[in-house]
């Protein structure tokens, strides 16, 4: 449970938390972490800092003209921003955040080469979030270019880190065990996810009216595609006797929405660890729905329909699975029959 503090020093905002305190420098719409211990000398000179910025001379609306703030800020009034999906604007918000920490003041006509690589680096950790990182730092130095502030781009051609091997598929004792042991309001979102194959966010948002006792009709938010999902009889018969707490579907334990779907993707792993279950995850789910249907026989292009991707590649590896496991079995099988043959009074 957050609750915000007051605090002396002008601009700050601090949340406290269960076990430590977090403080923020708030000011004309943009909010920095302060890190360090509230008080220390550490968290006054990083405090010191980041109010500089605001109060400094020569600095056009709180930062310096030609800084990488400044570039960020018109970007964000350029009909490229204004014409993206809110879900791609709030990631962009996330990691123009992160910039603003680590490289606001530079210019960013003169941002080396090497910063982008040591800003991928410092990240390795997390490759989807260092790739990510470059990926939007790459568009805001094509918009640098454009400005005509620079005249190359300093991100290009830097590699991407490998990634794990991502969300993995659920195996039939997990979805077992989970929908035995999981508390009623989390079942909502994986019955959803398990029978629809659909992403997190899409499902946290999706109202009753959308369900018609057949089918859910939906509007992906990453891609724009419409799909009209007949639904499976599990998931018929469990939204038919689930209560209609709210406009919205999936609800928490008191009947209200969830709003950030970080946030509920954190409480439901947290549930899956409160099972004493580990290595799975909801978005899991849609590789599992994915990986069932191609288990069934189903066609790229079937699966494609029912999950919504665009792209072959992807559905390609579940049903290449599929097949693999389809033909691997059949081998074994004739293998079982030929060693059940006799062979001088014993089997082999």
């Known amino acids: 449970m957050k609750s915000a503090m007051k605090v002396r020093f002008k601009y700050v905002q601090a949340i406290k938390r269960k076990t430590y305190l977090n403080t923020y420098y708030r000011r004309q719409g943009q909010r920095f972490a302060i890190d360090g211990e509230p008080g220390t000398p550490e968290w006054l000179e990083n405090y ?18 030609g800084s990488m703030t400044d570039l960020m800020a018109r ?14 604007k709030k990631e962009y918000e996330r990691t123009m955040a992160f910039l603003e920490d680590r490289a606001g003041a530079k210019p960013a006509a003169t941002l080396p080469r090497k910063f982008a690589i040591k800003l991928r680096n410092d990240n390795q950790d997390s490759p989807s979030r260092a790739n990510k990182t470059i990926a939007f730092l790459r568009t805001l130095m094509n918009y640098a270019i454009d400005l005509e502030w620079r005249t190359d781009n300093p991100c290009k051609n830097i590699k991407k880190l490998k990634l794990g091997d991502g969300a993995k598929v659920w195996t039939h004792d997990q979805i077992v065990a989970f929908t035995k042991n999981a508390r009623a309001h989390h079942r909502i979102a994986f019955e959803l996810g398990l029978n629809t194959g659909q992403r997190l966010g899409d499902l946290l948002t999706l109202p009753w009216s959308a ?4 089918t859910i009709t939906l509007k992906q938010q990453k891609t ?6 007949p639904c499976t009889h599990r998931l018929k018969s469990y939204l038919d006797h689930l209560s209609r707490r709210s406009p919205l579907i999936v609800t928490n334990a008191k009947g209200l929405p969830y709003r950030r779907v970080d946030s509920y993707s954190n ?16 978005h899991g789910l849609r590789k599992t729905a994915a990986s069932i249907l191609a288990e069934e026989g189903c066609t790229d292009r079937e699966i494609m329909a029912f999950t919504g991707h665009r792209s072959t590649a992807m559905v390609s590896h579940y049903t290449q699975q599929a097949d693999q ?16 043959v006799k062979h001088n009074g014993s089997k082999v």
């Open 48 to 65: 010191s800092r980041i109010h500089a910025r605001f109060t400094a001379p020569n600095t056009r609306q709180g930062y310096t003209s």
């Open 75 to 88: 970007y964000k009034n350029s009909p490229e921003y204004r014409q993206l999906k809110p879900k791609t």
């Open 211 to 214: 369900y018609d006792g057949l």
């Open 224 to 229: 724009g595609e419409e799909l009209i999902l």
């Open 267 to 282: 409480l439901f792993c947290t549930e899956i660890k409160r099972m004493d279950m580990t290595g799975i995850s909801f």
């Open 325 to 340: 496991k389809r033909r691997a079995t059949t081998a074994v099988d004739k293998l079982n029959k030929s060693r059940s």
